[in-house]
């Protein structure tokens, strides 16, 4: 059964804490429940998007850097 992960708030979502630092997680990573997979930066404020449930990620919905909003899948967790 799949859970997805839903994004919180309107912003851009980002798959790195850094730019110069590898991705929180990767396709096929396997995740625990409360999990940090990413952040939505607003505003120069920064939420942390986690997993609501363990598995394995089959897919990131939402771009690196792309915009989401309120509701929008941002992973698909396996």
């Known amino acids: 059964m799949s859970s997805q992960v839903i994004a919180p708030i309107p912003g851009i979502f980002y798959r790195r804490p850094a730019p110069d630092k590898p ?5 096929g990573d396997t995740v625990e429940a409360g999990q940090t997979i990413g ?7 920064f939420t942390e998007v ?3 449930a363990a598995g394995v990620i089959a897919s990131f919905e939402a771009e690196d850097l792309g915009m989401v909003g309120p ?6 967790i396996e």
């Open 23 to 27: 991705p929180f997680v990767e396709a």
């Open 39 to 45: 952040v939505i930066e607003i505003m120069k404020q």
């Open 50 to 52: 986690r997993s609501e």
């Open 71 to 76: 509701g929008d899948v941002i992973a698909i």
